[in-house]
């Protein structure tokens, strides 16, 4: 009996991007002028194109071919832009392949960008049952999980409201609760869970876990956060500008990933800015000094200098900062609103430091974008600026080559009279 579940052959997805030519400001009369010989030279020759655009053929993926077994938990990582989402659109049948062939046994429950799936008007209760019939399950089933469904996803309260009016959070723990619960053979799971707050992630990593050894469900998932990956996955697809690059076992891909990725991005140094949209302008691991460092003593600060570019200002957008240990587990997240520091120029420049004797000796790296929460992530750039703190006589030098963590606590401590 073939195990397969999930068979992708050459899969491709084009897009034809279009440029149009930007025009200079000029006098309403060179308009008037311009517009008049445009029109006569459409009489003239009525069948001519725009001069002032081209257009390009861009891939979002090109000759991906992989297969996938029952009960496999396969994760797929990759940059931003490397063809991830567009991955699992195609495998969700969102949106129609170029070229390739897809071939999947079972149903499919995707959980993708907050937003989709669930219709805003229809409350909760209604979407839990809309979602059940679109995967093809009786009224009867659907009612049989319900509760389950419910107490999952935490939201009894809010049941009977539109889920319009639901919070982010709310929407993604619905979603979740509902695509795990009513028992698709496939499970498509984006970004989406980042959302949600730590327990809730955790309750759905092991929720994962649960219906793929207990129930043999397949399980694909995409993320940036490799500690979650390396936890839930046993096997993981690398994606690179739209090319599969590296399918093996999730601590290989990895590390494949860590070191392809890195190619030692040292500094982030942009010249050519957008005037639509926010970007960090130049990011660097500084001394205290302020001269560019790869490695610091454990009992020295830390200093990062960025420079954002904000052409698309919001007073909600915000600056988000995340350091990996090696392994690409988050350390801590630094979540700053930028309206405290905002008065009205375009160019921002911030210096973070961390603490001397904070972070124990090891390797790392910064993961950063400027979020807009609930609408859009700018810039995000991961795995960036690798640095190492180096041991130069912490209190556990004694014991070199052992774990004791990545942050060094900061604790009180006293000594009591004993009683009686």
Not at 213 to 239: D, P, Y
Not at 350 to 367: C, D, E, M, N, V
Request: proline share 3%; with cysteine.
């Amino acid at each position: 009996m073939d195990d397969t579940v999930i068979k992708v052959d050459n899969l491709s997805k084009k897009y034809i991007l279009s440029h149009r030519q930007r025009e200079s400001y000029a006098a309403l009369r060179d308009v008037i002028t311009r517009g008049v010989q445009n029109l006569g030279r459409k009489i003239l020759s009525p069948f001519s194109g725009s001069q002032s655009s081209t257009t390009e053929e861009f891939f979002a993926l090109k000759d991906v071919s992989f297969e996938i077994k029952r009960g496999d938990r396969v994760g797929i990582i990759g940059r931003n832009g490397a063809g991830k989402s567009t991955l699992l659109k195609l495998l969700s049948r969102i949106t129609e392949p170029s070229n390739g062939r897809i071939e999947i046994t079972g149903r499919v429950a995707s959980l993708l960008e907050v937003g989709t799936g669930f219709h805003p008007e229809l409350t909760g209760r209604e979407n839990i049952y809309l979602n059940g019939a679109i995967l093809g399950m009786a009224r009867m089933e659907i009612k049989r999980k319900f509760d389950e469904i419910v107490a999952f996803a935490e939201i009894e309260r809010f049941l009977d409201t539109p889920v319009k009016r639901y919070s982010s959070g709310m929407y993604v723990r619905l979603a979740f609760a509902v695509a795990a619960n009513l028992e698709p053979e496939i499970l498509l799971v984006d970004e989406v869970l980042a959302v949600g707050d730590a327990q809730f992630q955790k309750k759905c990593v092991g929720k994962m876990e649960e219906v793929s050894k207990n129930k043999g469900r397949t399980v694909l998932f995409v993320s940036h956060n490799m500690g979650i990956v390396a936890q839930l996955c046993e096997k993981t697809i690398v994606l690179e500008k739209g090319v599969l690059v590296f399918n093996n076992d999730t601590p290989l891909a990895i590390d494949f990933y860590s070191k392809r990725g890195s190619q030692n991005i040292k500094k982030i140094q942009r010249e050519d800015l957008s005037d639509k949209t926010n970007q960090f302008i130049s990011v660097k691991n500084v001394d205290e000094a302020l001269k560019e460092a790869e490695a610091f003593d454990y009992d020295e600060e830390i200093n990062l200098l960025v420079e954002l570019n904000l052409s698309r200002w919001s007073q909600f957008l915000e600056l988000a900062i995340s350091l990996y240990d090696k392994d690409k587990k988050r350390i801590f997240t630094i979540l700053e609103p930028l309206a405290k520091y905002y008065t009205g120029e375009k160019i921002m420049r911030f210096q973070i430091t961390i603490p001397a004797k904070f972070i124990a000796p090891g390797r790392y790296s910064w993961l950063m974008c400027m979020p807009l929460p609930g609408i859009e992530n700018y810039d995000l750039l991961d795995d960036i600026c690798k640095f190492n703190v180096l041991e130069t006589g912490s209190e556990f030098a004694r014991y070199y080559g052992r774990d004791y963590g990545v942050v060094f606590a900061r604790y009180k401590i006293k000594k009591l009279k004993l009683l009686g």
